[in-house]
């Protein structure tokens, strides 16, 4: 069983900065890839970030130069830093955890920008 919580999310202005964070509990494994994906209203969820257990990254086109993916020292927590931010970022950000072939969620934290 695995359990993952996001924290940080919130109301940011235009051209702001978010740090989001997630810690994963549970049977976690040495090998698996961890990230984030987004799901803004009436859109399907999309690919964030990811980062492997070895520290490789894989963004989104539209997220490149602006976000970073980063893991803890204990490598069951990860991060996203969010600079420059735009409106259309507002969605819903859920943490992802891969190992096995299985897919985890977390439960979502809500990111809106606005003025």
């Known amino acids: 069983q695995v359990r993952l919580v996001e924290s940080g999310g919130g109301l940011v202005q235009p051209g702001g900065s978010l740090r989001l964070s997630c810690a994963a509990s549970?049977?976690?494994?040495?090998?698996?890839?961890m990230g984030w994906y987004r799901q803004a209203p009436g859109k399907e969820r999309e690919l964030v970030a990811t980062?492997?257990?070895?520290?490789?990254?894989n963004y989104a086109d539209s997220m490149k130069g602006r976000f970073t993916v980063s893991r803890g020292n204990a490598k069951n927590t990860v991060y996203l830093e969010m600079n420059i931010l735009k409106p259309e970022d507002t969605a819903v950000y859920y943490c992802?955890?891969?190992?096995?072939?299985?897919?985890?969620w977390g439960q979502g934290t809500q990111v809106t920008v606005s003025s």
């Open positions: 992802y955890l891969r190992q096995f072939s299985i897919d985890n």
């Open positions: 549970g049977s976690i494994f040495s090998i698996n890839t």
């Open positions: 980062i492997t257990s070895g520290d490789s990254t």
